[in-house]
């Protein structure tokens, strides 16, 4: 039972990584021309970003239109529609990747749903345009001259297959049905006013979400399941110290950074304050503080006032753990997603409470069973002292 695989550290370093890189925000990706980008959005759906440079001294935009996980014999497309919006009018920078992954980039004026995104120029000008495949993501690199002064335009995107060497239409899917949006190029303002696609914000509000759900609520209340059941083995000492303060701090580390996007939501939040959930927020994060100094402060194990310490410990230990789900469920509220994240961590906690009654059970029957054979032997050696 001790090698319970969730009770290796490693597992908690896992979901760390895994919780932040999906937290990732655009920001930190790397061109390989190690070009740099003053602003970029992540767009709402299939997973592609926009990151751009603005010049408004000659009103021209450098952007990099970057589209992860493609493969060969498919196109990615984004386009600026300046006069409507959607997919008829757009002026599409176009990168077709062939059958033996090589990658042309070229413009395309779309003036049709039978379009077959042919090159052609566009209503304002491309002095440049390039497009490369890097890890499975396709990033086109243009700059354009915005027309008419303009800096905010409606924008659309998409993906698709290359059928003989020319791009074919594009799944209808839910995924690639209502990409489209406004871009500011002056202000990095993105909305979507495209049907079911979220805007930027609601990225930024599922993030803290996903981290805050997943450390504060998932990996602090198995953090503290290692420290009390690996203790009872011998074996496992002291094991279950590393393993308790290596997931309490890696938890620790994405707990930080959801608590800091969550601040970050709120002061962006105008009208609407949510209260409950910022203050056990904000006293959360006080008490995780805390209990990172209490691991540098705590007593040797012989010392008098290491007793008091435990309770404080544990005292302060389970508050945060009950305070953070309860905030995780105040949280899944005001986010309102769909009912299945809310299932999710319902069945997590099930999970997790029917694990720490094995857990419990099975270390009291250790425990007592230990102090049986103590007592038994006890007898022994008494009888044996008698006798001698
Ligand atoms: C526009 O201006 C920026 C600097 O303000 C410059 O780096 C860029 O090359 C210019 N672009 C064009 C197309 O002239
Ligand atoms: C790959 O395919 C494209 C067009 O299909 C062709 O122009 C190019 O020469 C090919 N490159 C290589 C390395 O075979």
């Known amino acids: 039972?001790?090698?319970?695989?969730?009770?290796?550290?490693?597992?908690?370093?896992?979901?760390?990584?895994?919780t932040t890189s999906y937290a990732q925000d655009c920001n930190t990706y790397t061109f390989s021309n190690n070009n740099v980008y003053a602003t970029c959005v992540s767009l709402p759906a299939l997973n592609s970003q926009l990151h751009w440079?603005?010049?408004p001294t000659n009103a021209t935009v450098d952007v990099a239109y970057r589209q992860t996980g493609v493969s060969t014999s498919q196109w990615a497309a984004w386009a600026l529609n300046v006069d409507g919006s959607g997919m008829v009018g757009a002026q599409a920078l176009v990168a077709l990747i062939s059958s033996n992954g090589s990658v042309q980039a070229y413009t395309s004026s779309v003036t049709g749903y039978a379009t077959g995104l042919q090159p052609s120029g566009l209503s304002f000008g491309?002095?440049?345009?390039?497009?490369?495949?890097?890890?499975?993501?396709?990033?086109?690199?243009?700059?354009?001259?915005?027309?008419?002064?303009?800096?905010?335009?409606?924008?659309?995107?998409?993906?698709?297959?290359v059928n003989g060497g020319s791009p074919a239409p594009h799944r209808m899917g839910s995924d690639n049905a209502n990409l489209l949006g406004r871009v500011d190029f002056s202000t990095g303002e993105t909305s979507a006013d495209g049907g079911n696609v979220g805007g930027s914000r609601q990225r930024r509000r599922n993030t803290h979400g996903v981290l805050n759900a997943v450390s504060w609520g998932v990996m602090m209340p198995m953090g503290a399941m290692a420290a009390r059941y690996l203790k009872v083995f011998k074996s496992a000492n002291?094991?279950?110290?590393?393993?308790?303060?290596?997931?309490?701090?890696?938890?620790?580390?994405?707990?930080?950074?959801?608590?800091?996007?969550?601040?970050?939501?709120?002061?962006?939040?105008?009208?609407?304050?949510?209260?409950?959930h910022r203050n056990i927020g904000i006293a959360l994060f006080a008490l995780g503080t805390l209990q990172a100094f209490a691991l540098l402060l705590?007593?040797?194990?012989?010392?008098?006032?290491?007793f008091y310490w435990n309770i404080y410990h544990h005292a302060t230990g389970y508050t945060v753990i009950i305070?953070?789900?309860?905030?995780?469920?105040?949280?899944?509220?005001?986010?309102?997603?769909?009912?299945?994240?809310?299932?999710?961590?319902?069945?997590?906690?099930?999970?997790?409470?029917?694990?720490?009654l094995i857990f419990e059970a099975y270390t009291w029957f250790v425990v007592l069973k230990r102090k049986q054979d103590d007592d038994k032997i006890g007898h022994v050696s008494n009888g044996y002292t008698q006798s001698a």
């Open 323 to 356: 305070l953070s789900i309860v905030n995780v469920f105040k949280g899944l509220d005001i986010l309102d997603p769909e009912k299945q994240w809310k299932k999710a961590y319902i069945g997590i906690l099930i999970s997790l409470g029917v694990e720490t």
């Open 126 to 161: 491309v002095p440049r345009i390039t497009a490369e495949m890097v890890n499975g993501d396709v990033v086109i690199y243009a700059t354009l001259v915005l027309p008419g002064g303009r800096t905010s335009f409606n924008q659309v995107w998409q993906v698709g297959p």
């Open 238 to 276: 002291p094991a279950w110290f590393y393993i308790h303060v290596t997931c309490q701090a890696s938890a620790y580390i994405v707990g930080v950074a959801g608590w800091a996007t969550g601040l970050k939501l709120g002061s962006d939040s105008v009208g609407i304050k949510y209260n409950t």
């Open 53 to 55: 440079n603005y010049h």
């Open 298 to 306: 705590r007593p040797k194990p012989e010392n008098k006032y290491r």
């Open 1 to 18: 039972m001790g090698k319970s695989f969730h009770f290796h550290p490693i597992f908690c370093i896992l979901i760390a990584i895994l």
